[in-house]
């Protein structure tokens, strides 16, 4: 790039919090499996070891509710998935919900610390989720509180701020009639930002969401929250770190996606 990055999208789940998603999506499916659909189990693949974290990145991880709903029971050969899809998301919605206020879900720290060292280089953000469910996440998390306990001066880290207030642009929970890995979601976020794709980077977990930013001509940085490094790399990932602290915040102004020297 010949100029520098003027705006950078994150995605939530997964990259900005540690959501109960995943868990929400094996206790339900496991809870029918144990109920309602005891007498199909058998014709399935489906054991409780079986729906793995793997299983959840691959198959899952950056889809909207109903598309993963349906590519969970199709991985595992449930019959008549057609019929069963909704039970199946109806009931996850609700398990997550009830995780969400029960405050089952933590903020990534180092996510929390790009993110405001990101806005602090003068990057306008935007959240992008599939997930209806972000905007409980970011109005609980308070990035005022945050900073303080990590020792960050920032002065427009004013009291009060939430992550949500953070951000310029929210389209998290919209309906788009094409999921990633078509990059719809993204090109509207940089829309709303009034940027080109070429002057965004998106902050990703998934491997439909890595796919999605390259499609949409945006930069990609893959975060490998689950030992994943593999996939997002073959993905299409410009960059892959375990950790956002390894992001090289000098070369962001200057259109560098890169890991620091050190």
Not at 134 to 140: I, K, N, S, T
Not at 141 to 146: A, P, S, T, V
Not at 164 to 170: E, P, R
């Amino acid at each position: 790039m010949q100029q520098g990055f003027r705006g950078a999208i994150f995605d939530v789940d997964g990259v900005l919090v540690d959501s109960p998603h995943e868990a929400a999506w094996r206790d339900v499916f496991r809870e029918l499996m144990e109920t309602e659909w005891s007498e199909i189990r058998d014709e399935t693949s489906w054991t409780p070891e079986a729906f793995t974290s793997e299983v959840y990145q691959q198959v899952l991880s950056g889809k909207p509710r109903m598309e993963g709903a349906l590519a969970a029971l199709e991985h595992f050969g449930v019959p008549d998935p057609l019929t069963r899809v909704d039970a199946y998301a109806e009931r996850k919605q609700e398990m997550v919900v009830e995780l969400i206020e029960a405050g089952r879900f933590s903020a990534y720290p180092d996510a929390l610390r790009f993110l405001l060292a990101v806005k602090d280089c003068g990057i306008a953000v935007a959240a992008a989720s599939s997930s209806k469910n972000a905007g409980l996440f970011l109005r609980q998390i308070r990035l005022d509180e945050f900073a303080q306990r990590d020792g960050l001066e920032y002065d427009w880290v004013d009291r009060g701020l939430t992550l949500l207030a953070a951000f310029d642009v929210d389209i998290s929970g919209r309906h788009f009639e094409r999921g990633k890995p078509h990059p719809e979601i993204f090109l509207t976020a940089a829309q709303e930002l009034d940027i080109e794709p070429g002057a965004a980077f998106v902050v990703e977990d998934a491997v439909s969401g890595v796919q999605a930013a390259k499609a949409g001509a945006f930069a990609a940085l893959g975060v490998a929250r689950h030992r994943d490094e593999a996939l997002l790399n073959e993905a299409g990932a410009d960059v892959v770190v375990s950790s956002l602290d390894e992001i090289d915040l000098a070369g962001l102004p200057e259109g560098r996606l890169s890991r620091r020297a050190d």
